[in-house]
């Protein structure tokens, strides 16, 4: 139980266009999702907070204008990096809130490589 | 946001060695997550402590939340190639914020 996905697995696009990653709880409802950025050998890097329904919360330095972030179903939440810039090529990787709260599941990230 | 110091960084050891691994902080937590993340995937979940002392097995591998709730140990018994990976910590105080650490990086040497 608890499996999330996450979809693409990997993306290729040219400089300016934009790209929208798909995260799914599959088998339990998720009211928090969470999107993370990764760079080689480093940590994760927490960019926002999803809920359910409502505004996603952004951490300090991340253009929510840039990342939009939508959590429309329990379910589903979704990034979409505008306007990709080679800067932007990263792992993104999204999780959710575990259906005992206190835990987060990740779903296996999306490789961006802008050109 | 805040980081979890973990330490060490990296370990090269032996297959068949027994493994040792913390993470510290200057915060109390009340939950404590052990990650394995293999290379291009996502973390995955080993063991949650939830209670300060508290002692959980999941097979060769065995966490600890501390009495100071400031830290959490991580052990891995007679590693096997398939160990390898970076191990990360993650703690809650409540709420929707988790903090990470920064990683253990292991190598296992057949």
């Known amino acids: 139980g608890a499996v999330v996905s996450q979809h693409p697995s990997w993306v290729i696009c040219k400089s300016g266009t934009s790209v929208k990653i798909e995260c799914r709880s599959l088998?339990?409802?998720?009211?928090?999702m969470f999107w993370y950025r990764q760079f080689p050998k480093q940590s994760l890097m927490l960019m926002a907070t999803?809920?359910?329904?409502?505004?996603?919360?952004?951490e300090q330095g991340v253009e929510k204008d840039k990342f939009l972030i939508n959590h429309a179903s329990l379910t589903l939440s979704t990034l979409t990096v505008t306007s990709a810039h080679p800067e932007d090529s990263s792992f993104y990787i999204c999780?959710?809130?575990?259906?005992?709260?206190?835990?987060?599941?990740f779903g296996p990230g999306t490789r961006l490589l802008v050109l | 946001g805040q980081q979890l110091n973990q330490s060490p960084q990296s370990m090269f050891i032996q297959e068949g060695e027994d493994v040792s691994m913390n993470c510290t902080s200057s915060?109390?937590?009340?939950?404590w997550l052990w990650y394995k993340q293999d290379p291009g995937e996502g973390p995955v979940l080993l063991i949650a402590l939830y209670k300060a002392g508290e002692l959980t097995s999941n097979g060769r591998l065995t966490a600890q939340f501390g009495i100071t709730r400031k830290d959490s140990f991580l052990n891995i018994s007679a590693s096997i190639p398939s160990d390898v990976g970076i191990y990360f910590c993650?703690?809650?105080?409540?709420?929707?914020?988790?903090?990470f650490g920064t990683g253990t990086s292991l190598t296992v040497i057949p």
């Open positions: 088998d339990f409802q998720a009211t928090t």
């Open positions: 915060s109390i937590f009340n939950t």
């Open positions: 999803s809920n359910e329904g409502s505004k996603a919360t952004y």
């Open positions: 999780s959710a809130r575990g259906p005992l709260q206190e835990t987060q599941y």
């Open positions: 993650a703690g809650r105080v409540t709420g929707n914020q988790f903090y």
